[in-house]
């Protein structure tokens, strides 16, 4: 990896009252306290952000949302807007993970709009990706992958892209406990960046952190960690104990 600061993110998806999320959170403070030259992110759900905050507040963990909306206020029942997130204390925003595209109808405009405004109030986008078992098994993964990415990221600059990071997460691999081996992730993983390098430039490329998830565990973070191409991962069942998350930042 050149350069690259690792990101580790946990996406605590639709898990933990308020209670439980300040309880987890105050535990991977103290667990974490010592890494250096790590990213680390907790994407709690909504109603804990603003309480995860302060129990994060002057550590080295930053706080991500699981979802944004890209109107700025108004009749939207249920959404949730960049101000809010703003206001709750948040850095990133993780935009069409597969759950969301698969039971909300996130679509790759979507996502398009919703990076639009994540960038624009200068939180940080986590772009999700990823084919589904039947897309590649008919080998359709890298064709899959062209259209989220170009889709989505139609019609930004390259000035916009830098603070982007995307996340390869094939569906397949999503809290089924199936990871993508290795080779396959690092297959991927460059596909992707000579892509970013062909739309945008290669400097783009090279800068952008690329990670992984899908069944991301202490025991395969670091043999992943050691391929070129990936920069971190994006975590899901693992990260709700703070003792495994804190293994998976630590890669031990
Ligand atoms: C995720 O939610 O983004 C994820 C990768 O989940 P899991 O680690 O449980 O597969």
């Known amino acids: 990896m050149q350069n690259r600061v690792p990101l580790i993110a946990g996406n605590w998806k639709m898990y933990k009252n308020c209670f439980e999320a300040e309880h987890t959170a105050d535990e991977l403070v103290k667990l974490v306290s010592d890494v250096k030259n790590i990213d680390i992110m907790i994407a709690p759900s909504f109603t804990s952000l603003a309480l995860v905050n302060k129990k994060i507040s002057g550590s080295n963990i930053s706080l991500g949302a699981q979802n944004i909306f890209w109107e700025d206020e108004g009749a939207f029942t249920g959404e949730i807007s960049k101000n809010m997130l703003i206001s709750a204390g948040c850095t990133y925003v993780i935009i069409g993970h597969s759950e969301r595209r698969q039971y909300f109808n996130e679509t790759n405009k979507t996502v398009n709009k919703k990076i639009k405004t994540t960038l624009e109030s200068k939180l940080k986008p986590v772009l999700c990706i990823g084919e589904t078992e039947l897309e590649r ?79 991301v565990k202490p025991d395969n973070i670091s043999e992943l960690m050691n391929m070129t191409d990936i920069d971190g991962a994006l975590v899901g069942g693992a990260s709700l104990k703070s003792k495994s998350f804190s293994k998976i930042i630590k890669f031990e």
């Open 137 to 215: 098994e008919s080998k359709k993964t890298f064709s899959v992958l062209d259209k989220q990415i170009k889709d989505g990221l139609q019609d930004f600059t390259l000035e916009d892209l830098d603070s982007l990071s995307i996340a390869y997460e094939p569906v397949w691999a999503i809290g089924t406990g199936k990871t993508a081996t290795k080779e396959q992730a690092q297959e991927v993983h460059k596909f992707i960046r000579s892509l970013i390098s062909k739309e945008f430039n290669t400097e783009l490329a090279s800068s952008m952190r690329i990670i992984y998830g899908g069944s």
